[in-house]
């Protein structure tokens, strides 16, 4: 599965728990509009190879590694595709030197680059430095700061215009209303994490949101 027919659904299994993970994983919908993120937590909790766990549900979903890598960018791209993910999550707090080794890799590895600014103050800055442009350039406001933070709706634009190669994502505690108004904004994928994992129904939220793309 390649992702170039946006906007995207991707789902954010940031769980510790194992039979939870695959009570989710049964209810989700197959699409090849949803993206399933291996969330750092899962990877922090057992290991990379619980994408290959992932892959035994979605054998051809789309599955990204949060791997939030902030050095030796090209081993952690190698591990993760050996562990079968599509994409890495690579922070943008990283030196350019880790975010260039991580796009080299991934391009020789047949993966993709998720550039992740949680914290970045200059997305622009970044993107300027590089020749090659990561896939995805997400914008990521962090649990903790939910209720302190909103989304950075307008950087969606500059982003574009800086990489229009690139693909824009939003992540941090959306719900139905905020995930429109992410797309509204020009984001190509919208992440979503509890409103899917913690829902009653997880099948009915999946599709609920499916229907705003």
């Known amino acids: 599965m390649t992702i170039n027919n946006p906007p995207y659904l991707q789902i954010a299994l940031d769980l510790v728990d194992k039979d939870e993970l695959e009570r989710i994983l049964l209810e989700i919908p197959v699409s090849t509009k949803i993206l399933l993120e291996a969330g750092t ?7 990379i190879d619980i994408v290959k766990f992932i892959r035994k549900y979605h054998a051809n979903s789309f599955i990204i590694a ?51 600014l949680m914290n970045v103050i200059q997305p622009s800055s970044i993107l300027k430095n590089l020749k090659k442009n990561p896939a995805i350039v997400l914008f990521h406001r962090g649990i903790d700061q939910e209720g302190k933070a909103d989304h950075p709706w307008a950087q969606i634009h500059s ?21 429109t108004r992410s797309i509204d904004n020009g984001a190509d994928v919208i992440v979503i994490g509890r409103a899917i994992t913690q829902a009653d129904d997880v099948k009915v939220a999946v599709n609920e949101f499916l229907e705003l793309l």
């Open 41 to 47: 937590p899962l990877i922090k909790k057992f290991g």
């Open 66 to 116: 949060d791997m939030k890598t902030l050095d030796v960018g090209w081993l952690e791209v190698k591990i993760a595709a050996e562990a079968s993910a599509n994409a890495v999550v690579i922070s943008g707090l990283a030196p350019t030197e880790t975010i260039v080794s991580s796009i080299d890799k991934a391009e020789k590895e047949n993966v993709e680059i998720i550039l992740d």
């Open 159 to 179: 982003i574009k215009e800086h990489c229009p190669s690139c693909l824009t994502a939003v992540a941090g505690g959306l719900n139905l209303e905020t995930s």
